[in-house]
């Protein structure tokens, strides 16, 4: 069983497409894995059903048993978050604020202070419409912990993975280079960089190389909508040759890309042409890396 990682630097670069096209093609031979649960929309390509999903805990928030406070201010004095106003003589926590490190509680002389689990999303296992199962999550707003939650979409599909015998798991990481990506990378044995001929294309190209690079991870790249700037994109190939990333193809700007994407549906089996030709070869040469 294989794991292949799709990222990007940056928003925009048409990776989660991309993700969703290369699922199709697998069918039933491939897991997937939606890790970009801070803006998770493949469901909008793949048609989960939703059908099993869990709520996930991550963290911690405190709460003031008001029975119990005696208003000491204590708990206001130390809070270095200023998440402990005092609302109507009474010292309330600002849910949006607080931290969960507990410091109130260990300061508070009647014990009138608890932690409790805070629930920060929920995952999902789904059956998809490529007849093959999708492993998906929702980050709550405004929730932290992302990276937790990609590790626990990761390692249900793994399971699924394992126990059904499938041959790929392919999973959609998040742009840019933060935690979440991280947690996205580990494990993984081939990595896809999505990028465009942009300036902050090749500058993000850059940045999240350099992520992939320190995780010893092969991996390969593909350029998007590459003849809207030939300059730019003759540097992005010279730069893959440099860092000995495998180029895997160069893809056209072509409108029915969007128009896919409006009828909820991949490019691969929205229309026949020469850019779904790409797709799949590109698909082929990633399976053969």
Same mark, same amino acid.
């Given at each position: 069983?294989?794991?292949?990682?799709?990222?990007?630097?940056?928003?925009?670069?048409?990776?989660?497409?991309?993700?969703?096209?290369?699922?199709?093609?697998?069918?039933?031979?491939?897991?997937?894995?939606?890790?970009?649960?801070?803006?998770?929309?493949?469901?909008?390509?793949?048609?989960?059903?939703?059908?099993?999903?869990?709520?996930?805990?991550?963290? /911690?928030?405190?709460?003031?048993?008001?029975?119990?406070?005696?208003?000491?201010?204590?708990?206001?004095?130390?809070?270095?978050?200023?998440?402990?106003?005092?609302?109507?003589?009474?010292?309330?926590?600002?849910?949006?604020?607080? /931290?969960?490190?507990?410091?109130?509680?260990?300061?508070?002389?009647?014990?009138?202070?608890?932690?409790?689990?805070?629930?920060?999303?929920?995952?999902?296992?789904?059956?998809? +419409?490529?007849?093959?199962?999708?492993?998906?999550?929702?980050?709550?707003?405004?929730?932290?912990?992302?990276?937790?939650?990609?590790?626990?979409?990761?390692? #249900?599909?793994?399971?699924?993975?394992?126990?059904?015998? +499938?041959?790929?798991?392919?999973?959609?990481?998040?742009?840019? @280079?933060?935690? *979440? @990506?991280?947690?996205?990378?580990?494990?993984?044995?081939?990595?896809?960089?999505?990028?465009? *001929?942009?300036?902050?294309?090749?500058?993000?190209? +850059?940045?999240?190389? /350099?992520?992939?690079?320190?995780?010893?991870?092969?991996?390969?790249?593909?350029?998007?909508?590459?003849?809207?700037?030939?300059?730019?994109?003759?540097?992005?190939?010279?730069?893959?040759?440099?860092?000995?990333?495998?180029?895997?193809?160069?893809?056209?700007?072509? /409108?029915?890309?969007?128009?896919?994407?409006?009828?909820?549906?991949?490019?691969?089996?929205?229309?026949?042409?020469?850019?779904? #030709?790409?797709?799949?070869?590109?698909?082929?040469?990633?399976?053969?890396?």
């Amino acid at each position: 069983m294989k794991e292949i990682v799709v990222i990007s630097g940056k928003g925009g670069t048409g990776k989660t497409s991309l993700t969703a096209s290369f699922a199709y093609l697998g069918g039933k031979d491939v897991i997937v894995a939606d890790c970009d649960v801070d803006a998770a929309d493949m469901h909008l390509l793949l048609e989960p059903d939703f059908k099993d999903s869990e709520d996930f805990y991550s963290g /911690e928030l405190a709460y003031i048993e008001q029975d119990e406070c005696i208003r000491c201010g204590k708990c206001a004095d130390v809070c270095r978050f200023d998440a402990i106003p005092i609302i109507n003589n009474q010292y309330i926590v600002d849910l949006l604020s607080c /931290e969960g490190c507990g410091y109130c509680a260990r300061v508070c002389p009647t014990n009138a202070i608890i932690n409790k689990n805070l629930n920060v999303g929920k995952w999902y296992i789904s059956k998809i +419409k490529t007849g093959s199962i999708m492993v998906h999550a929702r980050l709550g707003i405004g929730a932290d912990n992302s990276g937790k939650l990609v590790a626990k979409v990761k390692n #249900e599909a793994k399971q699924i993975a394992e126990e059904n015998s +499938k041959e790929y798991i392919i999973v959609d990481g998040s742009p840019g @280079v933060g935690c *979440p @990506v991280v947690s996205s990378l580990s494990g993984a044995n081939f990595v896809l960089l999505v990028t465009e *001929p942009s300036v902050s294309g090749l500058h993000d190209l +850059k940045r999240v190389y /350099e992520l992939v690079h320190k995780f010893k991870i092969k991996a390969g790249c593909i350029i998007n909508k590459s003849d809207i700037n030939e300059k730019v994109t003759a540097e992005i190939e010279e730069y893959l040759k440099k860092e000995n990333i495998v180029h895997i193809a160069n893809l056209p700007y072509d /409108e029915d890309f969007t128009k896919a994407m409006t009828n909820g549906q991949t490019i691969v089996e929205y229309s026949n042409d020469q850019l779904s #030709e790409i797709i799949a070869d590109s698909w082929n040469k990633i399976k053969q890396i």
